[in-house]
């Protein structure tokens, strides 16, 4: 899965949360707190965690110094002189 494909769900999940909103407004039961505002606040968090999630991800699979199997292969590579 691709970046540009995980803000395609989120800017889904945000057009969900906006057709809720309108459902609920349209049968007469609002939250002060459910509002355009939000649900575009919501969106925007969560489009920029992404990103964030990736790169930590990214980081947490390539750092020798946390994963028992990466320790692993940092003694490999420094016997084979390539580290």
């Known amino acids: 899965m691709t970046i540009d494909k995980l803000k395609q769900y989120v800017a889904l ?7 809720v909103l309108l459902f609920l407004g349209t049968i007469n039961i609002k939250f002060e707190w459910f509002t355009v505002s939000s649900i575009d606040a919501f969106v925007v968090v969560l489009g920029a965690s992404v ?25 490999v590579l420094k016997r084979n002189g390539l580290k």
């Open 51 to 75: 990103p964030f999630i990736i790169a930590g991800y990214g980081v947490w699979k390539n750092t020798y110094l946390v994963r028992k199997k990466a320790k692993a292969q940092e003694n």
């Open 13 to 19: 999940l945000g057009g969900w949360l906006s057709a």
